[in-house]
């Protein structure tokens, strides 16, 4: 897949994490993430989140398939906060931008985010959420792309 995010839409480098990327980055050490881990560490990136996606970050830390006990929790929270940008809540979206609708309202938020936010990627491995990068991207809003796929669509990577 190749995708390129809107060059118009805020900065080039910022990014919105869905749930399932942050826990690759902070909970299982991904290496398929590292690069991207790199990146955020840099400063080659900025991640944004906001209160609504940083509470369900909380909230999944603490299921009991993960089985991280509450130092571990609090460990990969603290490496979120410390890599991932509590945005502002002031929102960048021009008057009348049309988000397309998820097919799990959970996911709703990181859209909204990365639109509020003028990041120019939401990065998911989600599915329905990958789904809808065609429409963001036609609209001129941001790219939905895997982490290995905008890992692939950084300059100088193949």
Not at 36 to 55: F, I, Q, S
Not at 115 to 143: H, I, M, P, Q, Y
């Amino acid at each position: 897949m190749s995708v390129s995010a809107p060059g118009a839409r805020g900065a080039m480098h910022r990014v919105v994490l869905d749930t399932n990327v942050c826990l690759d980055l902070f909970v299982f050490r991904d290496p398929a993430v590292a690069r991207l881990a790199r990146a955020l560490a840099d400063g080659a990136v900025e991640a944004v989140t906001d209160a609504a996606c940083r509470e369900e970050w909380r909230r999944v830390l603490a299921y009991p398939r993960l089985a991280l006990d509450e130092a571990a929790q609090q460990a990969a929270l603290d490496e979120h906060d410390r890599w991932i940008r509590l945005a502002a809540e002031a929102s960048n979206a021009a008057p009348g931008v049309r988000l397309p609708r998820c097919a799990d309202p959970d996911d709703q938020k990181f859209l909204e985010l990365a639109l509020a936010a003028g990041a120019a990627w939401l990065l998911s491995k989600d599915k329905e959420v990958l789904r809808l990068g065609r429409r963001t991207l036609r609209d001129g809003l941001f790219a939905i792309a895997t982490p290995a796929d905008w890992l692939r669509a950084q300059p100088g990577e193949a």
